[in-house]
Nanobody, 111 residues
Framework: QVQLVESGGGLVQPGGSLRLSCAAS????????MGWYRQAPGKQRELVAT???????NYSDSVKGRFTISRDNAKNTVYLQMNSLKPEDTAVYYC?????WGQGTQVTVSS
C-alpha cells in the first residue's frame, strides 16, 4: 500500500511561483512512474508533468518552460516547481505514483 501526501498549494498572483511536494510512504521503487496531474472546475483531469516508468520526463505543452518536475528518491518525494503562473493554471493538483493518487492540493492563481 502506498500513501501520498501533497503540500505546497495556495493562492498566488499571476506571474508568481509555487512549489508542490508529494511525499510517498510504503513500498516505493525508483522505476515507478510518478508525476503530477491537475483538474480545473468543469474539466477533465490532465497530465501536467511526469517521470514515466521508462525514464525521462514528460510535460504538458501548456506548462513547458514554466514548470519543472523533480524527485528525491532518498526521501520518496516528487516535486513540482511552478513559475510564471497564469490564471489558467488554477486547478486541484494531484500527485500520482504507479496507480496511487494523492488527495490533491488547490492552486489558485488570481490577482
Amino acid at each position: 500500500q502506498v500513501q501520498l501526501v501533497e503540500s505546497g498549494g495556495g493562492l498566488v498572483q499571476p506571474g508568481g511561483s509555487l512549489r508542490l511536494s508529494c511525499a510517498a510512504s510504503g513500498s516505493i521503487f525508483s522505476w515507478y512512474a510518478m508525476g503530477w496531474y491537475r483538474q480545473a472546475p468543469g474539466k477533465q483531469r490532465e497530465l501536467v508533468a511526469t517521470f514515466p516508468s521508462g525514464g525521462g520526463t514528460n510535460y504538458s505543452d501548456s506548462v513547458k518552460g514554466r514548470f519543472t518536475i523533480s524527485r528525491d528518491n532518498a526521501k520518496n518525494t516528487v516535486y513540482l516547481q511552478m513559475n510564471s503562473l497564469k490564471p489558467e493554471d488554477t486547478a486541484v493538483y494531484y500527485c500520482k505514483v504507479a496507480h496511487y493518487w494523492g488527495q490533491g492540493t488547490q492552486v489558485t492563481v488570481s490577482s
